[in-house]
């Protein structure tokens, strides 16, 4: 079988269906949690959306790294790019700071 879902003249990759469904899921998690902490519930979305654009980032750095130089050097990079990241923007990439 397939990971396909077929629709008349549509086909559906299920695989992208689960990572959107797992993304919004995750959201509503957040948004409970936040609740329950007493901190504002709109951060929720923000932080799973920050979570799906880094990793996207990562994910596309670690591709090309990997295909026009090595796998080896890729992981190295990831780790890399995260540190400098947590060093040099502990806020986020589009973060603003706490008070």
């Known amino acids: ?11 559906l990759q299920t695989f992208g269906l689960m990572f959107a469904l797992s993304f919004v899921v995750a959201g509503a998690i957040i948004h409970r949690r936040l609740g329950e902490l007493g901190k504002p519930q709109d951060w929720a979305y923000e932080m799973a959306f920050a979570a799906l654009i880094g990793g996207l980032i990562l994910g596309m750095i670690d ?9 080896d050097i890729a ?3 990831s780790f890399v790019v995260i540190f400098l990241v947590l060093v040099f923007r502990p806020s986020g990439l589009f973060g603003q700071k706490w008070d």
Request: hydrophobic residues 50%; without cysteine.
């Open 75 to 77: 992981i190295i990079l």
């Open 1 to 11: 079988m397939l990971p396909e879902i077929h629709l008349g003249p549509f086909t």
């Open 63 to 71: 591709s090309v790294v990997t295909t026009t130089i090595s796998g």
